[in-house]
């Protein structure tokens, strides 16, 4: 395909005979899967997978990402028709890359939730492709890691964020976006000495072993410093990487239920995703857009090039190994 094939180009999503390469369908028609990679629901020979997990019942402030995934594909139309600036490879075209649609769940049966998505990224899992997955609020995470724990032991965790979510809560059954980080490490999933959160800027009692690089020390040191940090931390295990999008600063990320003033910039996330070319990434996930705080799609935008760089990621290390 090239640029002048736009005008033939429509609902790409549905009917390019190809995973590979980029696409140059008209950004403001057709299908919006992620990224414009065609709807599947096989995954064989699939390298990444990606879903949406439409849930915002665990939020303790303002709700509306379960529209997040939605926003998010269609923000990603921005971005297919270049490889994506300087990570110097294209993932589009060295990756079967599908989007594998959303997560079907009865809303009415909330304690049923975790369980379904633990299934539903333990069968991608299972099919041999990583798992990218758009939220949603951050109380998904917590299945996700219980998913990748039961195959790759427990994760080094890489946390854009600007709360711990590691608030003491010894209750399991509740679904709280604010305290699944505690119970990951309690359950074992994390390997907290390996892990860290990059752009907290709230209290906690107890970082339960986390490493921590706030917000003031991501100003200070600047992205290439932090980078070379979480490196050294998270070493060459198997690591999970989340990113809440209020690791942002309101000014870049306005659409989220509970932001907090004095986050990173754009930028600097930017820097510090490249920066982390070879953790070994088993996969990831971006949360906490709610589209109806997002007035100019400025929280949207940003989480589609994070879900990009999270891709990017996690084919850097498999383009070397293969």
Request: aromatic content about 8%; proline content about 6%; some cysteine.
């Amino acid at each position: 395909m090239a640029l002048e094939d736009a005008k033939s180009q429509v609902d790409t999503a549905f009917t390019c005979p190809e995973r590979r390469g980029l696409s140059y369908e008209n950004v403001f028609g057709g299908a919006a899967s992620f990224l414009r990679r065609s709807y599947s629901k096989d995954l064989t020979g699939v390298d990444l997978a990606v879903t949406g997990v439409p849930f915002d019942q665990a939020v303790t402030n303002r709700t509306g990402t379960r529209l997040g995934p939605r926003a998010i594909r269609e923000a990603s139309l921005l971005q297919p028709c270049d490889p994506p600036y300087g990570w110097g490879y294209d993932p589009l075209s060295e990756l079967d890359v599908v989007d594998y649609g959303d997560l079907a769940f009865d809303y009415a049966k909330t304690a049923d939730f975790p369980a379904t998505l633990r299934a539903h990224i333990g069968g991608i899992l299972d099919a041999g492709a990583g798992s990218l997955v758009l939220g949603g609020d951050h109380s998904i995470t917590l299945p996700i890691l219980q998913a990748h724990a039961e195959r790759f032991g427990p994760l080094r965790v890489i946390q854009f964020d600007a709360h711990s979510d590691l608030w003491q809560d010894d209750d399991f059954d509740r679904i709280d976006h604010g305290t699944f980080m505690y119970k990951a490490v309690r359950q074992g999933l994390v390997d907290a000495a390996h892990s860290v959160q990059v752009g907290i800027r709230t209290v906690v009692e107890d970082c339960q072993g986390f490493q921590v690089i706030d917000a003031p020390e991501v100003h200070r040191t600047g992205p290439e410093a932090t980078a070379r940090r979480i490196k050294e931390i998270v070493g060459e295990g198997p690591c999970y990487l989340t990113f809440d999008i209020d690791a942002l600063d309101p000014a870049f990320a306005p659409g989220t239920g509970t932001p907090v003033w004095g986050g990173l910039a754009s930028w600097q996330a930017a820097a510090i995703l490249r920066g982390l070319a070879g953790i070994t990434l088993t996969g990831g996930d971006v949360v906490e857009v709610s589209p109806p705080f997002d007035t100019t799609g400025a929280t949207a935008i940003a989480a589609a090039h994070v879900a990009m760089d999270i891709l990017c990621l996690y084919g850097w290390t498999r383009r070397r190994a293969g």
